[in-house]
């Protein structure tokens, strides 16, 4: 079955550690997405990709940073300067640069700093 | 700029009782109109859409019409069922070269009593 795959699902971490989040999709799409989801609040949009070996900031880039080196695969690293990283974090991907307004997501990744 | 509000939660109904959860967006263009559904323990996925004014979107018995004079999108069941039990997200897209452009509302959570 074609789909995205986050991992881990959940994760722990401590204060100044970096972590990594993996985003592989079979799709075959050419756009990828992190978003970051908060109690009562809507995704927010922290990087995108629309084609490998290129990635834009979105809304909430500081203290992330991306890579996308193989259209299948978009890891999110979360680093020490995140401030406030706990939190639900979705990848997404469409299929091209046309805006059909439909995203595909991955089931998520929850991240717990302690 | 653009944004969506909606009806903040949680609405909790019995089974079989009507089903509408409000969507209000501003935007500067003619935007297209999205709701996704959010399953406990899953990512997002579309529900249905609208992509200009008057027209209706549907999928599983839920419908949503794009109303221009008032800037809504009502999402509406008829009769709703437990399996219904999730978070449902209002969202826009006014800009068609990409789609991390899109605008996501807080989210509303649905509870279903049997």
């Known amino acids: 079955d074609g789909g995205i795959t986050q991992s881990p699902k959940y994760l722990f971490r401590k204060e100044g550690q970096n972590v990594t989040l993996s985003c592989e999709q079979n799709?075959?799409?050419?756009?990828m997405y992190w978003y970051r989801q908060d109690p009562g609040q809507g995704l927010r949009l922290i990087y995108y990709s629309q084609i490998v070996n290129d990635f834009q900031k979105g809304d909430i880039a500081e203290g992330y940073s991306v890579s996308r080196e193989k259209k299948e695969s978009f890891p999110l690293t979360v680093t020490s300067a995140q401030k406030n990283p706990t939190a639900f974090y979705l990848c997404?991907?469409?299929?091209?640069?046309?805006?059909?307004?439909?995203?595909?997501f991955g089931e998520g990744s929850r991240l717990t700093v302690l | 700029g653009d944004s969506v509000t909606q009806m903040e939660g949680p609405v909790t109904l019995s089974e079989e009782a009507f089903l509408t959860i409000n969507c209000t967006y501003t935007?500067?263009?003619?935007?297209?109109l999205f709701w996704y559904v959010q399953y406990p323990g899953e990512g997002l996925q579309l529900l249905l859409k609208a992509t200009k004014a008057d027209d209706k979107g549907s999928n599983k018995g839920f419908e949503a019409t794009y109303r221009k004079e008032t800037t809504s999108f009502h999402l509406e069941k008829g009769s709703v069922q437990v399996s219904d039990s999730a978070v449902y997200f209002c969202?826009?897209?006014?800009?068609?070269?990409?789609?991390?452009?899109?605008?996501f509302g807080s989210g509303t959570r649905l509870s279903i009593r049997p």
């Open positions: 935007a500067t263009g003619y935007p297209s």
């Open positions: 799709l075959n799409h050419d756009a």
């Open positions: 997404a991907s469409s299929i091209g640069p046309v805006n059909t307004g439909e995203l595909f």
């Open positions: 969202a826009l897209s006014d800009d068609h070269s990409s789609a991390s452009k899109i605008i």
